[in-house]
């Protein structure tokens, strides 16, 4: 373990090795940024790997130069199971044109539009801030994506789960496909970067409770709603999800959907539900819930 000093030596591909099976002590990698700095280098295997551990950290790398940290790094697991192809696991010389295919493809089947919402909540009947549904929706009619600028505590919410559910904590390990410099370090070529999502979404300079569950995280002094530049869920950069719009739009249309029509309710004590991960690696996984819908 070392300084991000470290970062001036190495980036040769190693073999074997991977994040996941890494990554089950997730909460580690921020407390290894308190001992050694918000950039910081660790070994795995023969794999010299820089870990980003902050907001502004992961901004300065995936935002300000999203070119030079757009390769994707070495994951045994996924190299065996997709041997370089796919849109999130291939390299960015790979990716680069399979994205612009993937985006250009969603917006042919709406994604963005109204168009899709009929799709979306046609698969919402299917699952079937309670008091802002009711008041700007109703239950004559389902919820509309242009709704949701009218109900700022609603959004907060999703908001707030995806935050704090923090279902990716590390992401997909980066590649960068050039020397750089990153604050006073200097990254060479080929060098393995894990941007931990997880200190962005749970930084207390952009979040006043970080590990509460607060809708306010979103929301301004006025109650509307407000965004939040540390908010990665989806990572950032030129390898973040490119089917975030989507998601977003399903999140917010499937949660209102079925809020609209059940109240939940759970059949334990709340007090004796834990909201931890079961497993912690890739993603986070919730514990087994029983939730009782209730027909409003």
Not at 7 to 14: A, D, P, T, V, Y
Not at 29 to 39: D, H, R, T, V
Not at 91 to 99: C, D, E, T, Y
Not at 162 to 182: E, H, S
Request: aromatic share 10%.
């Amino acid at each position: 373990m070392q300084g991000a000093a470290g970062c001036s030596r190495g980036g040769r591909r190693g073999s074997g090795g991977s994040v996941p099976a890494a990554s089950l002590r997730v909460p580690a990698l921020p407390q290894l940024g308190a001992k050694y700095g918000p950039i910081y280098t660790v070994h795995l295997g023969p794999r010299r790997v820089v870990v980003l551990c902050e907001y502004e950290a992961i901004r300065e790398a995936l935002m300000e130069q999203p070119e030079s940290f757009a390769d994707r790094g070495e994951e045994a697991i996924y190299d065996r199971l997709f041997q370089g192809y796919g849109c999130a696991f291939c390299p960015w010389s790979r990716a680069k044109p399979l994205r612009r295919f993937a985006v250009s493809t969603l917006r042919d089947f709406g994604v963005g539009k109204s168009g899709v919402e009929e799709r979306i909540l046609e698969e919402a009947q299917f699952l079937l801030a309670v008091l802002e549904i009711d008041r700007e929706i109703g239950r004559e009619r389902g919820p509309r994506l242009e709704d949701r600028r009218r109900m700022p505590y609603t959004d907060a919410v999703i908001h707030e789960i995806q935050r704090f559910a923090d279902v990716i904590p590390l992401g997909l390990t980066r590649r960068v496909t050039r020397d750089v410099r990153l604050r006073d370090y200097a990254v060479p070529k080929g060098t393995e970067v894990i941007a931990v999502l997880s200190s962005a979404l749970r930084d207390p300079q952009h979040f006043a409770s970080p590990d509460a569950f607060d809708p306010g995280h979103f929301l301004d002094e006025s109650g509307r709603f407000r965004k939040n530049e540390a908010f990665l869920p989806f990572s950032a950069g030129k390898r973040n999800c490119f089917g975030e719009t989507l998601a977003r739009t399903e999140l917010f249309l499937f949660f209102t959907c079925i809020l609209q029509r059940f109240s939940c309710r759970s059949p334990v004590p709340r007090e004796s539900l834990s909201v931890a991960p079961a497993l912690v690696g890739f993603g986070s996984l919730p514990p087994a819930y029983r939730i009782c819908f209730v027909p409003r």
